[in-house]
């Protein structure tokens, strides 16, 4: 059965940084390819970024540059690297498979005060 935990998330001021990390178990983490999504409320879950089982990112337009992906197949966590904070930003953020399969986690709550 896979389980996937997040944790990092906190309440941050505007230009701050955050780091979340995610750890996988059940599954055969390094061949699969990773995401970091986010929600708020009354919207649909938005693809943050991704991560290929061989490490290249990519990144929603809305986070690049601010944000960093990376994971660690020997310890099979995927962590996101959160820079220059926003408001917007605040979500709940979840990891998931890419593309994301039924598996979703509680997710860990990120809220940037203006």
């Known amino acids: 059965q896979v389980h996937l935990v997040e944790s990092g998330g906190g309440l941050v001021q505007a230009g701050g940084s955050l780091r979340l990390s995610c750890a996988a178990s059940g599954t055969i983490f390094s061949i699969k390819a990773m995401g970091w999504y986010r929600q708020t409320p009354g919207k649909q879950r938005e693809l943050v970024a991704t991560?290929?089982?061989?490490?290249?990112?990519n990144y929603s337009d809305s986070v690049k540059g601010r944000f960093t992906i990376s994971r660690d197949n020997g310890k099979n966590t995927v962590n996101l690297q959160m820079n220059s904070l926003k408001p917007e930003d605040t979500a709940v953020y979840y990891c998931?498979?890419?593309?994301?399969?039924?598996?979703w986690g509680q997710g860990t709550q990120v809220t940037v005060s203006s």
């Open positions: 991560i290929t089982s061989s490490g290249t990112p």
């Open positions: 998931n498979f890419y593309p994301f399969r039924d598996y």
